[in-house]
């Protein structure tokens, strides 16, 4: 969906650990795309107590604009490729004006809750569910669906059991080419790579493309069962919606 200026905006609403940054390095190896970090980050540390615990808060703070309807008004204006790809964690939308929401491709990354809090809590270890953003990605769909506006639902399963299946399937939804560069790049860091990568990016700075789905084996810890409990309703109602 191209807005008014010709400019195809994908707004990726994710979920910590859900393979939104491997989807940011696969979008990157375009030649018609800009990408973007998490743009939205610094509004949200300095607007909640996350900046407490979330490590490196004052860099990530000091890194970006502060006010988020300043990153929403930039967001919507001129870039200078016809897509740009925004990668956004659901929860730093906070209670920002969402109206811009109407001129984007909006797409919720999701993952199944029992893989991914115990990869979360390795850096952020007593989570809540506003942490990890099941309940804001069904607040944000309760939105779309009540506003008319279209959305996709992927899954980080999904991706990476059938990638190019659901990758194609995707840009044939959002109009655009898709391109087999978007299934390989080199390791190492990326220069649009958010300063808190040294805390979050080791795994995607190592690998060469999307890695095969294993699903974990060792047992999920009791002391976030209560969590994970919560998470379920949110992750099923998407769950039937993403493209697999």
């Not at 059938?162 to 990758?167: A, D, E, F, M, Q």
């Amino acid at each position: 969906m191209k807005s008014k200026d010709g400019i195809t905006r994908i707004c990726l609403w994710s979920g910590p650990r859900n393979i939104s940054t491997t989807l940011m390095y696969s979008f990157a190896q375009r030649d018609d795309i800009v990408v973007v970090d998490e743009p939205l980050y610094a509004s949200y540390l300095s607007s909640t107590n996350a900046k407490e615990y979330h490590p490196g808060a004052s860099e990530i703070i000091a890194s970006q604009e502060n006010d988020g309807e300043k990153v929403i008004d930039w967001m919507m204006g001129s870039h200078d490729k016809p897509l740009v790809f925004f990668k956004n964690m659901t929860h730093h939308l906070l209670d920002l004006d969402r109206s811009f929401m109407k001129d984007v491709v909006n797409v919720i990354l999701t993952r199944d809750p029992k893989e991914m809090i115990p990869s979360f809590v390795k850096v952020i270890e007593n989570p809540t569910i506003g942490d990890i953003g099941y309940a804001d990605h069904t607040n944000l769909q309760n939105y779309f669906e009540e506003n008319n506006i279209p959305y996709i639902v992927l899954d980080s399963k999904f991706i990476l059991q059938n990638t190019k299946g659901v990758l194609q399937q995707f840009c044939d939804l959002i109009g655009v080419d898709f391109d087999e560069n978007m299934l390989k790049w080199e390791k190492g860091a990326r220069k649009e790579d958010g300063i808190w990568a040294k805390y979050w990016y080791d795994n995607i700075h190592k690998s060469i493309g999307f890695m095969d789905y294993k699903p974990k084996s060792e047992r999920f810890p009791d002391r976030y069962q209560s969590l994970l409990q919560s998470c379920k309703g949110h992750y099923g109602k998407l769950l039937k919606k993403a493209l697999r």
